[in-house]
């Protein structure tokens, strides 16, 4: 095999040279360029297989280089590094061409990740190993979601995970813990819907006799997480007592039963999500700003699928080919589905495909057969001209939504900053997108 001609864009030195000694210790050929315009010169004057560059440098920054190489070159592996690892930015980068990120500082592990899935065929996400949750989907605002899971799951931070319900932020918090190292279990709690006692014992257990229906003594999720992972689903319903008593837990990793003054400690990495506006609860004084601030010390947004059809048709495959193996949707089910909103995300799709599946024969699915298991009439179908927009004539509810839908993908997901661009606040964006 031919040995790999790299070219590393670093502007600071001792970063580009250890760099470099790891590509090396690889069996690759890596050059160094000290900034985007040296950088861009190589490229036009040599053929590369691998363009590893730093986001922020002097003069010509990363995503400037990642686009223009890019366009000179699809073909170019390219892979962007930073220091100050945001969404926003790797999502443009993904955007402008790169196949993957790679944070700083610098190390063998997440380098050998991250050309693994570089130079794996194509660009689809690579099947599970070893037990680790894999997101299905290529498209840009999700690969970045699952890099920066990836770089905070050997850490200690605390994680909070935004989006819609069933858009995969369980799965996304089993990967990170799969990925954590911890021995200990992954336990999920469930906040929704939960009265403040009920919610109490739940979190962090109870004596006999502490509430009305306490028969028995029993630990709740923090003591049973010891050495592993707590995952909070739907934080944003835990009432103010207790959000009180999980920021002391928090702070100083103690806490008591319901009914005990005993003290106990716990070591248990804590994840969280939600798909409310914690902004807007906070602003209302109906979820504790010192919580939120404790909660999101890495926030990660998982976009609904609507913002990221692309992912729609791996996920399909993905779903027919674990329960149906040979079948699959026909083209104008497929077609109907990629503009379909999923208000459920993933979750409906795949228990539409798995009604689908059981209630038809033959090879493929049919439009009717899809339309049927989501409840729609015989001639519903999306209205949509060819470069998606609804016709004038469309109702201004539908009008509102598809343009509210082209901000978020033009943002890779981000509703904030969707929001921002629109002139309208993040509840109004949740809301507009929410299907009736």
């Known amino acids: ?106 190390d063998a592990a997440h380098l050998d990740a991250v050309l693994g899935r570089s130079f794996a065929a194509g660009r689809r996400a690579p099947a599970a190993t070893d037990g680790v949750p894999t ?23 605390l994680v909070l995970l935004r989006g819609e319900t069933g858009s995969g932020k369980e799965l996304l918090a089993r990967r990170i813990h799969a990925l954590s190292g911890r021995r200990g279990p992954f336990v999920k709690m469930n906040c929704g819907h939960l009265g403040p006692a009920l919610a109490d014992s739940q979190l962090f257990g109870s004596e006999r006799g502490a509430y009305t229906s306490s028969v028995r003594s029993a630990p709740g999720v923090i003591e049973a997480a010891r050495g592993g992972t707590v995952f909070l689903d739907e934080i944003g319903e835990l009432g103010s007592e207790v959000q009180v008593r999980l920021l002391d837990f928090l702070q100083d990793r103690t806490y008591r039963r319901l009914g005990s003054n005993v ?127 609804p016709p004038p004539d469309a109702p201004m509810e539908e009008i509102e939504r598809w343009h509210i839908r082209r901000a978020l993908e033009a943002r890779g997901g981000n509703v904030s900053a969707a929001a921002r661009a629109l002139g309208i606040d993040r509840s109004t964006v949740y809301r507009k997108t929410r299907r009736d």
């Open 1 to 106: 095999m031919n040995t790999l001609k790299v070219l590393v864009a670093e502007d600071e030195g001792t970063a580009a040279r250890h760099l470099c000694a790891l590509l090396e210790q690889r069996g690759m050929s890596p050059e160094c360029a000290g900034d985007g315009v040296a950088a861009l010169a190589r490229l036009e004057a040599e053929r590369y297989d691998l363009l590893i560059t730093d986001l922020r440098m002097p003069g010509l920054d990363g995503l400037e280089l990642t686009r223009r190489a890019h366009e000179a070159d699809p073909e170019l592996v390219i892979i962007v590094t930073t220091a100050h690892a945001t969404i926003d930015g790797t999502v443009q980068a993904l955007r402008l061409g790169a196949r993957d990120y790679l944070p700083k500082p610098f």
């Open 135 to 157: 997101l299905v989907g290529h498209s840009p605002c999700l690969r970045a979601a699952i890099a920066m899971a990836d770089r905070v799951a050997d850490t200690d931070v």
């Open 263 to 389: 003290e106990q400690r716990s070591d248990c990495r804590v994840l969280c999500a939600t798909h409310r506006d914690l902004e807007e609860m906070v602003r209302t004084g109906s979820f504790r700003a010192d919580l939120y601030y404790r909660v999101r010390q890495v926030q990660i947004v998982l976009p609904p699928l609507r913002a990221r059809p692309e992912d729609l048709v791996d996920f399909a495959e993905h779903v027919l080919a674990k329960i149906a193996p040979g079948r699959s949707l026909s083209d104008d089910a497929l077609a109907f589905a990629k503009q379909y909103p999923w208000p459920g995300n993933v979750r409906e799709v795949e228990q539409a495909l798995i009604a689908a599946v059981a209630t038809t024969s033959g090879r493929e699915i049919q439009l009717c057969d899809l339309r049927r298991v989501l409840g729609l009439a015989a001639d519903a179908r999306p209205r949509v001209d060819e470069d998606g927009a």
